[in-house]
């Protein structure tokens, strides 16, 4: 636990952070997974992975948060917001290295946008799964 420059309490729980964004990791494997299933076996074009690709990051992003702030019991957005940030920095360095291609302005700004959208929502939707002492 640390402080900020008043003495007051943050309350941050790293560990709650990792866990949630390992959880979003986890979930966005086995969704990944399930689209190239469906890509390979179905008719469904390989036009609809830009929006299957947002719904992905939003759903692993929100869980892994709802799992951070369960598990850290106080400040949800702050930790729904930390996994969020873990996750975005985890799918910009990826992208980077695994991919060789130019990342657009406009896609990397409304991904972040979407990352940390789930992440605020997910957070604070888990402050309210705590049950209460």
Avoid at 66 to 94: D, E, T
Wanted: net charge positive; aromatic share 12%; glycine share 12%.
């Amino acid at each position: 636990m640390s402080t900020n420059g008043a003495g007051e309490s943050l309350n941050l729980s790293i560990l709650a952070i990792i866990v949630g964004f390992l959880f979003s990791i986890a979930i966005s494997l086995i969704f990944i997974f399930i689209t190239a299933f469906i890509l390979h076996f179905t008719g469904v074009s390989e036009g609809s992975l830009n929006v299957a690709g947002y719904l992905i990051v939003f759903l692993s992003v929100f869980a892994g948060s709802i799992v951070a702030a369960k598990r850290a019991a106080v400040k949800g957005l702050i930790h729904g917001i930390g996994v969020a940030v873990f996750y975005l920095i985890f799918s910009l360095l990826f992208s980077s290295m695994a991919f060789d291609s130019d990342i657009s302005a406009l896609n990397s700004i409304s991904k972040v946008l979407v990352i940390l959208f789930a992440g605020s929502i997910g957070g604070f939707l888990g402050i309210g799964l705590v049950k209460s002492k």
